[in-house]
């Protein structure tokens, strides 16, 4: 078929190599390892999760409908906070309820006994977020056990004895993280909370392990759920990873609009947006990878995307967005030709994430959702319309 850009291109081929690795840790492991939909939530490719996991988790009423109607498992769901209004929809489409504070569950306790509330949950379990105040995680906007963080139950004002009702403890402290970060926060987690693992059926890690990365250590994971198996075998483990889902599954396919040139600086202006399609560069920020195309750091004390001498590539681009966010562009990119009106401008590995955190601000064109089958079709999973922009706000 052809594709007019923009458009978000997932490749089943890799998402099924990370999904077999994902399904082959969980199994030598012995924990659950289930989707995060806050890094990935494209319900159309649900039917090949399902080949090799079985739960999902969420954080809000909407995500814990897409688990139970589309992916067809009630979810695992965590929410800072819970309302009277929401709480009835999460426990229809819930297996398991984590609580961010005791506050909440001694508030909800009483709903989740009230069986007009849901049918389809005979064996709810509850659990309780709690706070190891460690984590290796260095960007401080993703740091949920930075000091003063509103996140999960310090050991210091945990009982003793838990509260009736309880079952597990739900510890989310990694971003994109390596084995070895989880290996060295788990002696921080046992230190603090083993005391409470008797009272308790399972542990959710959380999410940010990022198995899938090329340079992951998937045995040294694997050794340490055995062992933290082995001290505790009365502990279900589970991880509820995002990104290693999604990661390096595709790209986000753009096309150069115009080219613009001020003070030297030529930027490319491109049918896509940073901070509708792409926000997690300008909110990190980090620079993406463009395909063929290289990446030129600003010299010291000069502004970002400031014109950089090169003696091997004279080609060299901002890349702007078209919204009328000022900073709505990125830079400086070395390409081996000069850039035209149409050429492709491709942004790799732009799957996770991405996707769920896209805006309409503007009414920018939003990216279309394609799927690349194994059998070589090209399958148009959703294509957006002025009525999607509109219907937002009616």
């Known amino acids: 078929m052809p594709l007019q850009t923009p458009y978000y291109l997932v490749e089943e081929s890799l998402l099924r190599r990370n999904l077999a690795l994902i399904k082959d840790v969980a199994e030598r492991s012995g924990a659950e390892i289930i989707l995060a939909f806050k890094a990935f939530a494209l319900w159309k490719t649900f039917p090949i999760f399902r080949e090799y996991i079985q739960h999902t988790t ?6 814990a409908r897409l688990a139970l109607e589309e992916f067809g498992s009630p979810a695992h769901t965590y929410s800072p906070a819970y309302t009277e209004r929401d709480f009835p929809t999460i426990l229809r ?59 999960g139950v310090l050991a210091e004002d945990l009982p003793a004895t838990l509260p009736t009702g ?27 909370f083993s005391p409470w693992f008797p009272q308790l059926q399972w542990i959710n890690f959380g999410g940010g392990h990022l198995m899938t990365r090329a ?6 994971l694997i050794q340490t759920l055995q062992d933290f198996h082995r001290r505790f075998p009365h502990l279900r483990m589970i991880l509820e990873p995002g990104s290693a889902f999604a990661w390096q599954t595709g790209p986000l396919v753009s096309s150069v609009v115009d080219i613009v040139e001020n ?3 030529k930027t490319a202006i491109l049918d896509v947006s940073f901070t509708c399609h792409m926000p997690d560069c300008l909110e990190m920020p980090y620079y993406p990878a463009v395909r063929g195309a290289r990446l030129i750091e600003p010299p010291s004390g000069k502004p970002f995307g400031a014109p950089v001498d090169s003696t091997d590539e004279a080609f060299i681009y901002r890349l702007g967005g078209n919204s009328c966010l000022s900073g709505d562009f ?18 790799e590995d732009m799957i996770h994430y991405t996707t769920v955190k896209t805006t309409t601000f503007n009414g920018v064109h939003h990216p279309s959702i394609v799927l690349h089958r194994l059998d070589g079709e090209y399958q148009l999973l959703r294509e957006f319309t002025y009525e999607d922009y509109r219907n937002r706000m009616d």
């Not at 309880?166 to 603090?192: M, P, Q, Y």
Request: aromatic letters at 12%; one cysteine or more; glycine letters at 6%.
């Open 58 to 63: 969420a954080s809000s009423p909407d995500e």
């Open 93 to 151: 489409c819930s297996s398991h309820i984590t609580f961010n504070s005791l506050s909440q569950f001694h508030r909800f306790y009483p709903f989740t006994k009230n069986s007009k509330l849901y049918t389809l949950n005979s064996q709810l379990s509850l659990g309780l977020r709690v706070n190891p105040e460690y984590s290796e995680i260095e960007t401080e906007l993703y740091n949920p056990c930075a000091p003063g963080s509103r996140f």
């Open 166 to 192: 309880l079952d597990g403890f739900h510890i989310h402290c990694h971003c994109e993280s390596s084995a070895e970060a989880f290996a060295r926060t788990l002696v921080h987690i046992i230190d603090k």
């Open 215 to 220: 340079d992951y250590n998937v045995p040294l």
């Open 263 to 265: 003070h030297g600086i």
């Open 330 to 347: 990125m830079g400086s990119w070395a390409f081996p030709r000069p850039l035209s009106v149409g050429d492709e401008i491709i942004f």
